[in-house]
């Protein structure tokens, strides 16, 4: 599958990105007018992210959590921070459809594993690491199988049995999962928490 991972997966990524970017503009355009009054006029997310082979890029969301810290001058939980229009476009899965955006620019593909953090980085072990030899997607392997409901440890062993077993079949397979999914709503938050609690490493 070197022949789809290094070229058919990036032309058929940028060519799904730019019609549905197209056939979504009334839902950006509306999106972006709502979540920039409910946060001050800055509606969308950019936060420094890994791709493949660890090339770091920003990754581009819709903002669904305001700024409000505490007395200390401390950003308060994201259960807090999310706002009513944010808690919509993030259970409906709105907030992702920006980072189409990224795949044009050939940052991330359709289905992949999710860029986490940068900080992680440090954290992972040498099988996690292998999550970065193909590029971030939308949605991935680990998304459709529990998405923030499930561990850490079952959300890295997800990506790399999708980065061993990667082929336009699997991605098409993921594609149609992710529509059901977000259709039901399903694994949108790790329990008690609002998105999914950090990465503390395997020790």
Known sequence: MHWYKNIGKPLQDGLIALIALLLLAPVLLLLTLLLAVANNGKPFFLQPRPGRNRRIFRVIKFKTMNDRKDAGGQLLPDEI??????????????????????????????????????????????????RHEVRPGITGWAQVNGRNAISWQQKFEYDVWYVNHLSPALDWKILGMTVQKVLKSEGISAANVATMERFMGNG
Do not use: H
């Open 81 to 130: 921070r999310l706002t009513p229009i944010g808690r919509f476009v993030r259970k409906t899965s709105l907030d992702e459809i920006p980072q189409l955006i990224n795949v044009l620019k050939g940052d991330m593909s359709l289905v992949g594993p999710r860029p986490l953090l940068v900080d992680y980085l440090p954290l992972y072990n040498e099988t996690q690491l292998r």
